[in-house]
């Protein structure tokens, strides 16, 4: 099983009180579904592929989000919550009644600047009368290849970010990658 090393809420680096602090069920049912995937799906999988089946497995856990790569038609559209702005940009799990955006990251720092962006982005825009996304969760790995703890610098990034994150938290999951032990 994938070992979950550790979570983190922006809300505990955030002095700011008006915020709602990102929901603890829901934090343990998506820890709980990265939790359940076996470290064969990384370490059997043909290369490439076991990045897909990651997120796969995942969403599998958590049925009541919409899921990116919808396995019948391709992209989801769900997912795709800017698609009247004509952004041609979507969140890897959406959970439109909660307002929870998660995105799965398995490789580079660089792209959780990207997440927190589409974060920023669903906490300015509206959807009847509610925010887009109103929590995000990002779920990143402790050791990429060995050469970076990307889950250690994202709360470095949070901070930087405090003044524009226009979203109520964001959670942070940190994971082992077995590849990289």
């Known amino acids: 099983m994938v070992e979950v090393v550790g979570t983190d809420r922006f809300s505990n680096h955030r002095n700011q009180t008006k915020y709602r602090e990102f929901p603890q069920r829901e934090l343990n049912e998506i820890v709980a579904a990265v939790e359940k995937v076996e470290n064969s799906t990384f370490v059997d999988a043909e290369s ?20 990116e790569y919808a396995p019948e038609s391709g992209r989801n559209p769900a997912t795709k919550i800017w698609k009247d702005k004509d952004f041609d940009h979507s969140v890897d799990l959406y ?19 990207d997440d927190l962006l589409k974060f920023i982005k669903g906490g300015q825009t509206y959807r009847n009368k509610r925010h887009r996304i109103e929590f995000g969760c990002l779920i990143v790995p402790t050791n990429y290849r060995g050469s970076g703890n990307i889950f250690g610098g994202v709360a470095t990034t949070l901070d930087f970010m405090r003044g ?3 979203v109520e938290d964001v959670a942070v999951i940190g994971y082992r990658d077995p590849r990289w032990k």
Not at 95 to 113: G, P, T, W
Request: proline residues 2%; glycine residues 2%.
């Open 164 to 166: 524009i994150m226009h």
């Open 95 to 113: 959970h439109a009644e909660k307002r929870i955006a998660i995105e799965i990251e398995k490789s580079e720092r660089k792209r959780v600047s």
């Open 48 to 67: 490439g592929y076991e990045l897909r089946a990651f997120d796969d497995e995942i969403a599998n856990a958590l049925p009541e989000y919409e899921y």
